[in-house]
Each structure stands twice: as C-alpha cells, then as structure tokens.
C-alpha cells in the first residue's frame, strides 16, 4: 500500500494560473476571470454566460474586497439568460486594471480555484499584475472554515457551478486558460437554450471521501492482523514463513539413504582393563539377589574376555535359548524368505482348502491397518479377497491342512499351565493361525485360543459364507485360488526377539528344520539348530536344547556360548565372515527402557544409567532370570555380556541383572 494514501480531488485543470490568453484585446479594456460552470441535461457542462446587467445580478459569490479594484466598465444587458437574475456586482474605479479573487460557490468541482493560495481564515494573497504565477499542484479540499467577503451577496442558482470565466468588455466570454484554452465561442443565438428547470443535485465528495477512508482503514486494519498472526510462532511455523522460528537456517540438506542394517561398533576407542572391570562389578554382581549368577563380558572389537564368572556352566537360559535359535536360522537360510499361506481348489465341487506353511503372524485386521505386534504381515482379508476373485461358482465348504508340522504341539519340560486354554504365553504349534493365536490382535498379553488353526478356518469360512469342513490333505496339484506370505526371515526374527514371542520361536524351529530337510517337530527343530551352529564353528558343549522358545526347564546353556554368539554379531566388520549374516540379531534385541520386554525396566536409580545403552535378551522362568546382549561403555566401546542367574526371585533377579548392565555402562575401568 502506497505510504501516502490521501485521496487528491480530481480536477480537470492543467494550469491554475490567472494569466490571460493570448490575442488582441483593445485598449483600455480589463479582463474578469471567474469561476463558472453548469449542470445541464444532469451533467457538468461549459457554459455560455450572457451579459450582466445591473438589474440581472451577479452569477458569483460575493466579492473578497482588495485594496484595489480594477476600474470594471458597465456590462450591457444581455439579449437572453439562461440563469435567474441576480444582484449586479457594482464595480469601482481604480487606476490600474486588478484581478478580482473570487469564492466560488462550490469549490469542489471541476475549475474549482487553488485553495492553496488561502490561509485558513486568513486575507488571501494577492498576486502581481501582468504575471503569471507558478504553476500549482492539483487543489485540495478546504476546511470548513473559509475567507467570508465583508459585503454578502445573493447565492446563485443551484443549477449553476463555479468555473473561471474571462468576460471582456466587448461582451465577449471566454473559459479561462487553465481549463479549456483559449477559443472564442460563436455568437450566441437569438433563441436561448433549454435548460432544465430543476438541476440534479450535486455529487457528495465529503461522502466519498469518508466511505474511502473508511475502507482504507478497514484494509490497513485487516492487513496489519493478517501481519500479527502471520507472526506469531504458531502460525508462522504451520505456514512454513521464512522468519517461523522452526524456518530452515541453512539449506535444505538433501534425503540421506536409509538402512536397517548395523554397523560394526567404534574400534578406535580404549577398552576397559580386566582389573578395572573386575573391581567395577564386584559389588553388583555379588548381590544375593542373583542367588547363583555365571557370566562373562567380552571386549566386542578384540574378543577379548574382560570378566569372567563361572561363564562355562550350563544353567537353565529360559528364552535366551532364543538366541541360539534365531542365529541358527540366520546364518543358514536366506534373510529374504517368506512363509506362505495358501487356499487351493478342493477335490469336491464348491470345496476349498486352508494349507497352512507355518505362518503364525497372519493377522485379521482389516486391510490398511499393519499389525502393531508383527509389522508387515500377511492379512486374511487379501488371501479371502483372492479367493472370491478366483473361486468359480459358490463356495460352499473350507477344509484345513495341517501336515506341515508334525509330533507334538506341546515339549518336553514345559509347565501344563503354559499351553492351558486361555494363557498368555504359548498356544498350540501349528503350522497356521491369525495373530500368534492371540483373541486380540493388538494385545501382546491378550489370551490364547485352545485351536488358533481351527479358529481361522471358521472366519475364512464366514468371509466366504460357507461352513468350516474338518482337516484334510491338498493334492499336490490343486489349482492356488489365493495366496499370502509373511515378512522376510530378518523381520519375521526381529518381531520374536522383541516381543519374545514363544510360539514364533518354536516355528522358526520347525521351519529351519524343513529347511535343512529334517522333520518339522520340536526334535527336528531342537536338533537342526545345534548342528547349524556347529557347523558354523561355535562350542556348544554343556548345550541341550528341547525346543525354540525355551520354556522347557530342561534346556542348558552355558553362558559363554549366548556371549560368543553374541560377540560374532557384533564384531567389527570384515573380521568374522559369520558378522554379515548374525547383525539382524542384534537389531531385534530390546532397548533398555525403550521397547520390547525391556521397555518398563531400567526405572530405579540403580540402574537407570542404563537406559537407552543397554540392549538384551531376556529369560525369566521360576527361579530363573537371565539377560544376554552388548552395551556402550563410557568411552564408546562396546560390550558384550551374558549373565544367568538361579535360584533368584523374579523381581529382586531381574533388577539386580539391570545394575550389572548399567554398571557395565558406566565403566571406563581402567
């Protein structure tokens, strides 16, 4: 907006000056400028003014009298008028023809004089005989307050308006200069000419003028409120302003690749002394609260063992047998691998097939919504979405085939109330069901169902308005009406380790079995995994195994074998050609009071130095707790440790290994 917004009045004058036109004039004859104009047929027109005589008035307003008055000879009595009489202005004698100032009627129309040669209630100027003044800006309007002449005279007709008029002595009339130039008007005719009795009123500008002040400051008030929200935080910062706080001050930098893949630690850093670190853990780790605890700790970048605590006796690991699970499936299967679920053609008529390939991730949410408990899975909606597209005629019967997995759905060493109706640790080892088996799909603790396999053969079956048809075998050949896979193998590992899911363990069991072309039963997958890491070149003295999850109290490990492993994955790149394949392993351990079943430890003083450092696989069984994983030192190195505990209470064990780790953290130990 333009900083000076002041309206100008407009005007159709290009030179307010009095001077006189050019042309003869004869002698002795003095010239009148005054204002006049108009209104005719309701527009503002040039007029013809006749002659004045004194008994016909004056067309002006009064007079502003000077000190001297040009010498004004009589004006003959016009022929027609086509403006009422007025009262004559009666002239005085003066020695030296003058120019009268006049006060037009209405000055804010068009020929209206320039207001600023007026002070305000002040005697006008008067300006030099025979000179011309300086050319002067467009008029303003007044004030109120205007130069009254001491003589008044009667007002004109309201059909009149000021315009500077030269009249000549000759009765000759003509416009001043500063509005129309200089031309002689042809002699007027005998007959007058119409004019309308009653002229249209003339326009308002104060009104104008006010409705334009108005508006100007209703958009000056409207824009300087844009500006104040536009600068508050808030809205600067939803807006994305240039001056909002959270503005970029810099460049945009440019998108940087992402990957889940885990670097090797820092090698560069000084690692912790085994006196040091001995003199470190000996309050913690001599807590009765670990009741009888073996460990070690092992310097990730050398191998080196650090500390070392009775680390070559089996003891009962609980879930941290998972880790020798997940390892073995890691380094001998390919990181890509999906399990599928399929519904085939049945031999009948209207009769289709459920064959499950163990995936116990399939999830029953809707379509769009991801598993909060296994990220990327399958959904039984696409596979039933298929099958509608691809089913000819009506479905009429959906049957189940379970022969993937065979033995047992239960092991060796677990507690009957682990696999009861209605638990929330473990249901039965079947080759397929919806959301591990869970009757919530987003509740991790939510209750087991007595046959997941079963039960999502009856929600296929109400998706597809057919009735659930018993167990069967597919043929081999039968024609696939729909199909879904699970995550790739790494994720599929990363979402066990997490949750510590029990039944995901015992099927990666089962899976690395078929793999390895064993039998798909909790022997066979017990068995294949311990070969596998064999044959990988680890120690597995001490070790025995009876299923995946390790809720069997039968299972013993030692706890040098969790920290070897453990100490292959996290090995600076290049070292160990195992690393490559056992870094996901790594990635699915919990956070130290940040996911998984660490997410609500690491909250007393005594530990929380921990928090966010430590990562780990826990166990708990009765009288068993145990944590295997690697922490950050002070000084940037990483650590890995296994520590295994008997004959602990649940509680008192598990907060007396988080002060070991944390402890762990804190050292620098030299």
Same mark, same amino acid.
């Given at each position: ?62 007079v ?8 004004? *000879?009589?004006?003959?009595? =016009?022929?027609? %008028? $086509?403006?009422?009489?007025?009262? #004559? +202005?009666?002239? @005085?004698?003066? !020695? /030296? ?11 804010q ?8 040669q007026f ?18 800006e ?8 205007r130069?009254? *002449?001491?003589?008044p005279? =009667?007002?004109? %007709? $309201?059909?009149?308006?000021?315009? #500077? +008029?030269?009249? @000549?002595p000759? !009765? /000759? ?28 009123p ?50 945009i ?120 408990l ?5 959904h ?60 919530d ?12 396999a ?102 013993r ?18 070292k ?17 009071g ?56 649940q ?20």
């Amino acid at each position: 907006m333009p900083e000076n917004d002041a309206p100008r009045w407009p005007s159709d004058d290009k030179d307010t000056s009095s001077a006189e036109p050019k042309g003869a004039k004869g002698e002795g004859e003095t010239t009148i400028w005054l204002p006049m104009t108009g209104m005719a047929n309701g527009k503002t027109e040039e007029l013809s003014v006749p002659k004045v005589t004194p008994e016909s008035g004056s067309w002006f307003d009064p007079v502003v009298e000077v000190e001297e008055e040009p010498d004004i *000879p009589e004006i003959p009595t =016009p022929k027609w %008028s $086509a403006f009422e009489p007025v009262t #004559p +202005v009666e002239p @005085e004698q003066r !020695e /030296e023809p003058k120019t009268l100032f006049v006060n037009p009627v209405q000055p804010q129309h068009h020929g209206e004089p320039d207001w600023d040669q007026f002070d305000r209630g002040a005697e006008p100027s008067r300006p030099e005989p025979k000179q011309e003044p300086p050319r002067q800006e467009p008029p303003r309007r007044p004030e109120q307050s205007r130069v009254e *002449p001491p003589t008044p005279a =009667p007002v004109p %007709s $309201a059909t009149m308006h000021a315009r #500077p +008029v030269r009249i @000549e002595p000759a !009765e /000759e009339r003509f416009d001043s200069e500063s509005t129309v130039g200089i031309q002689r008007p042809e002699p007027p005719s005998k007959e007058p000419p119409a004019v309308e009795s009653e002229a249209a009123p003339a326009p308002k500008p104060k009104r104008k003028r006010k409705a334009l002040l108005i508006t100007t400051l209703v958009v000056v008030l409207l824009l300087a409120g844009m500006g104040g929200a536009a600068a508050m935080p808030k809205v600067s910062n939803r807006l994305g302003l240039p001056w909002a706080p959270n503005a970029p001050k810099g460049e945009i930098p440019k998108p940087a690749g992402i990957t889940r893949i885990l670097h090797g630690p820092d090698i560069n850093g000084a690692g912790p002394t085994k006196e040091g670190l001995a003199a470190a853990l000996a309050g913690p780790a001599g807590s009765p609260d670990l009741g009888t605890l073996t460990g070690t700790v092992v310097d990730a970048a050398s191998g080196e063992v650090l500390w070392d605590k009775n680390s070559g006796t089996p003891l009962t690991p609980a879930s941290t047998t998972k880790i020798l699970v997940v390892a073995a499936a890691l380094l001998s299967m390919d990181h890509g691998t999906q399990f599928s679920t399929k519904i085939v053609q049945g031999a009948d008529p209207g009769t289709v097939i459920l064959v499950a390939g163990g995936d116990p991730s399939l999830t029953s949410l809707p379509l769009g919504t991801d598993s909060p408990l296994y990220p990327g899975a399958a959904h039984v909606d696409d596979l039933v979405a298929q099958v509608k597209k691809a089913a000819v005629g009506k479905i009429s019967k959906v049957q189940l085939d379970i022969s993937l997995f065979k033995g047992p759905t239960s092991a060796k060493g677990w507690d009957p109330e682990d696999t009861a109706a209605g638990n929330t640790y473990m249901a039965p080892v079947l080759p397929v069901m919806a959301d591990g088996g869970r009757s919530d799909p987003k509740n991790d603790h939510a209750a087991r169902v007595a046959n997941p396999a079963a039960a999502l053969t009856q929600k296929i079956a109400g998706k597809l308005e057919a009735q659930a048809g018993g167990t069967t075998t597919a043929p081999k050949d039968a024609k696939v009406l729909g199909e879904v896979k699970s995550q790739p193998l790494a994720e599929f590992a990363n979402s066990l380790m997490q949750l510590s899911d029990n039944l995901m363990a015992d099927v990666l069991a089962r899976q690395l079995a078929l793999a390895k072309g064993a039998e798909a039963s909790f022997t066979g997958g017990a068995t294949t995994t311990m070969d596998v890491l064999k044959q990988a070149g680890f120690d597995l003295t001490g070790v025995q195994i009876n299923d995946g999850s390790g809720l069997s109290d039968q299972n013993r490990i030692p706890a040098k074998v969790l920290s070897e492993i453990l100490a292959v994955a996290a090995a600076p790149d290049g070292k160990d050609p195992r690393t490559a394949k056992l870094r996901p392993l790594l990635a699915g351990l919990p956070v130290a009071g940040g996911s998984g079943t660490l997410e609500k430890r690491y909250g007393d003083p005594a530990s929380a130095a921990g928090r966010g450092w430590v990562r780990g696989k826990t166990g708990t069984l009765s009288g068993v707790n145990t944590l295997a994983g690697v922490v950050l030192d002070t000084d940037g190195r990483m650590l890995v440790f296994a520590l295994m505990s008997s004959g602990s209470d649940q509680n008192k064990g598990r907060a007396a290994l988080d002060v070991v780790a944390a402890t762990l953290h804190k050292c620098g130990c030299r």
